[in-house]
């Protein structure tokens, strides 16, 4: 461990394994909560030791051994504003790993996942890498005939950064306290159509919070918007739609897009928090409360979700219009009939 460098060890185990778990099962939302805390819990050191004691294990460490790369991001982006990068990088574990070491001497993950982690850590952080980090990863064959990836990366830089410049030309806003944004984000998840309302129009001494606010950890683009789609908040998402119709702003906040390239709707069918038929459900209720056309890369996915096989919204749809087509037909040949009498009548 670097020197004079004392890591935190307050937490219970419970907590730990809590943090642990949310490392190991990929779930973002939850670590942030860990290290951010919100109303029921209390923020975490991110220094703080969470392996046995002794072991000398961080978050940072387990979620480079586990390679869960969203994790990995939004810790070197917390520790780069917080100006702590370089030190985290140095803490060792009593084996002696850095966090790097711990993602290159795995054994959750094979050499082309480390690979593919390794080089994206390098092309999105300014930071350098130690003589005993470059050689394990020379061992490992990382560098050779890179050529081909590095392009593939650098396009994939080039592409994120445009991404990146075209939402902050947009209308994404950074103006809340980390309170208020958690406060914010709280009201969604807890599905609490009251206090949601309350944010946005403001209360006598709270001022309104903006519909475009980033909630989400700096640099990820989540608004309200992306989170109640990603929990399937059915209340939240129709109030959602109909305040965005009334500010003209919908084509505008269906197009916004988080950090990994996820629109709103798209954040529903990813979403790892509903199942398929939660999915489904409520994409044919947007559809159909708001008669909205979807992108393509939307509907290849509810495609690909088999939301369009044998579909009874639409068997109904179909069922209706046909209906309404021989009705039609039925007061049409009546009205050919009651014409036909007039005339022999005459």
Same mark, same amino acid.
């Given at each position: 461990m670097s020197e004079n460098f004392h890591l935190g060890k307050t937490l219970t185990n419970d907590k730990k394994k809590n =943090? =642990?778990?949310a490392i190991k099962n990929d779930d973002l939302i939850l670590f942030i909560s860990y290290i951010l805390g919100n109303e029921d819990i209390l923020p975490c050191d991110i220094f703080e030791e969470i392996s046995e004691e002794g072991n000398n294990w961080t978050a940072f460490h387990y979620? #480079?051994?586990?390679?869960k790369w969203e994790i990995i991001k939004f810790i070197f982006d917390y520790l780069i504003d917080s100006n702590l990068i370089q030190k985290a990088l140095k803490i060792k574990t009593n084996q002696n790993n850095c966090p790097l070491l711990c993602l290159l001497k795995s054994n959750e993950i094979n050499d082309k996942q480390k @690979?593919? =982690?390794?080089? @994206? =850590?390098?092309?999105?952080?300014p930071i350098q890498i130690n003589d005993e980090v470059l050689k394990e990863a020379i061992e490992r064959n990382f560098y050779n005939n890179n050529q081909n990836e590095s392009n593939q990366k650098n396009s994939e830089q080039n592409k994120s950064n445009q991404n990146k410049s075209i939402q902050n030309e947009s209308l994404l806003n950074n103006e809340l306290s980390k309170e208020? @944004? #958690?406060n914010f984000y709280n009201s969604v998840i807890d599905g609490n159509l009251d206090l949601f309302k309350s944010y946005l129009n403001g209360t006598p001494d709270r001022k309104p919070y903006d519909i475009f606010e980033e909630v989400s950890a700096p640099g990820y683009h989540w608004t309200v918007f992306h989170y109640a789609m990603h929990y399937g908040k059915w209340e939240i998402i129709k109030f959602i739609f109909d305040y965005l119709i009334n500010l003209d702003m919908l084509d505008f906040a269906l197009k916004l897009k988080t950090n990994d390239n996820r629109c709103p709707f798209l954040n529903l069918l990813k979403s790892n928090d509903l199942d398929n038929e939660q999915k489904k459900d409520i994409y044919f209720k947007i559809i159909n409360t708001f008669n909205i056309p979807?992108?393509?890369e939307v509907l290849k996915e509810a495609i690909e979700r088999n939301f369009y096989d044998n579909n009874q919204n639409e068997s109904n749809q179909n069922k209706s219009e046909q209906n309404e087509s021989n009705q039609k037909n039925s007061e049409q040949n009546k009205s050919n009939q009651n014409k036909s009498i007039q005339k022999e009548s005459l």
């Open positions: =943090i =642990i778990e979620a #480079m051994h586990y390679g @690979k593919d =982690i390794y080089f @994206k =850590i390098l092309n999105t952080f208020e @944004k #958690m979807v992108g393509d």
